[in-house]
Every structure is written in C-alpha cells, then in structure tokens.
C-alpha cells in the first residue's frame, strides 16, 4: 500500500461509495501525479481513517477501509513559544512527522513575534503535508497563538517544561521511570510538553508551570535552538512508547 | 559563564598568555557584538578547550582555562545519505547541536546529488557555527562525500542502519537493551548510524550493510524524511547515554 499517493478529502465530500472531487484535487490527481482513470490512490480523513479509492474522471469510488497504525499510543500536546523568523514552520513539519497530537503556539516573555492570521494557515497546511507524507493518518491541530499563562490550564495525565539551565531530570529518564514498580508510561494517554524561546523561559515563567502542575526537565547538555528543542522532546516521547 | 559571547580561534592565534584577533574577529566582537576593551568572552579551540579571554583593542588576553561538558561520553559517527536540495545543511546544524562527532555524508543508489566542494565547505561553516551556538567544546568533523559502499568500511563498536519498511527493533531498544545483565550502554565507546535518502535504501543496499556488521532499526512507525531520521536518531542516541 505505502506506494499509493495518499490525499486528504473532506468528510462533505463522501457520498455513499464516491468521493467528489474539487477542482484543485483534480488538477492535483491527473496533473501533478499523473493518474489515470482506473488508478487506485489513498483517501484520508484527516481524523484516523484511510481508504482505497479508484479515480474515475472528476469523482472517485472508495473501494475499501485501509487498516493503518502510524499514530502513537497517546496524545501528545506541544506548547511551543513561537521562535523568530519562520522557525515554527520547521516546528510544525518535523514534529508532525513525529505523531504530535497538537501544536498550541504561545507567546511568551521573550517570544519575538506575535503571528499574523495567515501564519496560521501556513501551518495548517504543513502539518497536513506532513501527516500525508510521513504517512500519519491524523492532521494535529493547531491552536491559535495564546499567552503562555493561558496554555498553562492545559489539561493532560503529565506535565513537563524543557529547560537547558539548571538541573533537571532528562525528560527520557521522567518517561521511562518506573514508580511503585510501574512503568510511567502506562499512565500516560495524554502528555503536554513546552520548549521555550530563544534564550530560554524565565525564572517567572518556570515558576508558574512548576505551580500550573508541570516538571521541569533536560534534553540533554547542550543548548538547543528554539526550533530543535520540541523536534527532540518528540523524538524522545515517541521513542519511549513505541518501543 | 553561559552569558558570555563565545568564538572559534585557531590554535596558531594563541601567543602565550595572548591571542591575536583576526580583522573579522574584531568586527565581531567590536562591531557585531558590541564588546569594549576589558570585556570579556570565552575562546575556543573547536577541539575541546575553551578559555575566559579579555579583549584588549587588537588582541585578546588568555585569563584562563574553563571546565565545560557539553560533549556526549561516546562518539557518533553519522553516515547521510544526501538529502535533496540543501537538506543535509539542516541534518549539520541539527545534529551538531545534538552532539555528532563526523558526518560521513554519503551518495547512495537513491542519492539526488552529487556535491560541489563548495557545498562542504558551507557545511563545514554550519557546523562551527552551531558548535558554538548550542555551546559544544568540539566541531564535529565532516568527512568529504564517499559512496555508501565505502561508508560501511567504517569502525566502531556498535554499528546501526535505520529503515523505515520493514519490522526492525527500535534504536532506542537497542541503545538501552540489557545483554548478558549489562547495559549496552558501558561498550559503546563509539557509533556508526546510518540513515537513508528520500524513499529509503535499496535491498541491496541493506544487504551489504548487514554484511558489514550494522545492525538494521527502525525510527518508529512513521515515514520520516531523509532530513529528520538523522535527527531522531541523535536525539536518541544522546539521551540514551546521557540519564
């Protein structure tokens, strides 16, 4: 199956055993990728589901439900304060690929920009190429850019704030702690996880997550940009529950 | 110490308890960075020293030797299959910030390019560069473009090769898998990990690499491009052998 182009279709595009085409997906289908009638692609929802779909002209008809198991075991929310320039784009596009759950951008003490609506749909649209490409069958939602106080009331079973200075457990030896005899990650469906800005939080900023019910922890010795920082937070979180 | 401005100088600047700056070093300390004569910064060697310097006009004075440990306990040899475009720019800046110690970028059956030495002297910029950004002792080395087949030739006590189809173990179960009641951990003073190009390596490719000892593992469940497989496998590597 991995050989099939995959595309994402709306749900208000299914009727009964058919998908209707727009426009823009027609040109995509038999233009870019150079389909034929007759050829088989992959569908997707964007919300889990895949299915086998043969074009046929401007429509298509779902052959079958594909069975696929790319998401990760539990939900995995970034709270990422916004680095400069176009940093997030690379935020959005590795972690996608990663299996985040969701993306909530926050502006923080020494956060830089505060993002126009477009950037918004720019990022969307990453994080749905990436999901296509890296075979996800999930698009993470992007939250509107919020205070980092705000995303602080974020609700999860863990959780955790990186931070390079100071003394902190690594975040993969937090996962992967065994309490009462247990692996933590049993109890793990739902984790959030902040990586900060340039130059780091503030002592007021890991305070109030320290308060908020969040650990602090280490992704290692070095310094890690603002852009590398949640691409390794998710390499470790994924890693520890897929193993 | 972590406040103060850092800069590469060459072994051959340093005059016994004095270093002679470079005009473009000046600019960047004077001009860029806005130091005062009688500021200080901290000087590296790029191979592991650094020491606390003052800036005095033209040159600097040697105040002394500081203590850093930024570096991983083991040295991780990456092999890259070359991404297109300016890709493995990103995997240099990334994983030199991870804490690589070589690239041994390679082209492989799948490879796009064919890199101008230009293109190594760029990378070799990236890498100094991120070095002291992410405050590392070393720069890692990157080796000139070989084929794959001679990549495998290289030596280290544990050797890997990440694929993305197949049912492989995890890298981070065989980074932390227990063998004869002993981590792994303790015998890996060195490692070799390989990661392929935009849709993976050949069979045969594979093939040769068991044959020469690499051992084959898996990312997780989700297709990754040429540029993140590097990067999620430094982020493992380096938490693994630091909690």
Redesign the interface.
Known sequence: M?QLQRITIAFSQFHDEHITLTAEQQHYLCRVLRLQSGDRFIAMDGMGKWWLAKLLGTEAQVLQLISV???LPIAVTLIVALPKGNGFDEVVR?CT???VTCFSPVVSDRSLLNPSPQKLERWRRIAKEAAE????TTVPTILEPISFSSSLSLVANKKYICEA?GDYP????CL?KKEDGESNLNDEKTIVIATGPEGGWTETEIEDAIHAGFRPVS???????AV?AP??AL??V???H??
Do not use: C, K, M, W
């Not at 690594?170 to 030896?173: G, K, N, V």
């Open positions: 991995p198991e790319t998401e590795y690929e990663l299996g490409q890296s075979e996800r200075r690594h975040l993969l030896s992967q992704l290692g010795r070095r310094i890690l940009r590398t691409i390794v390499s470790l994924a890693a520890a897929e193993i």
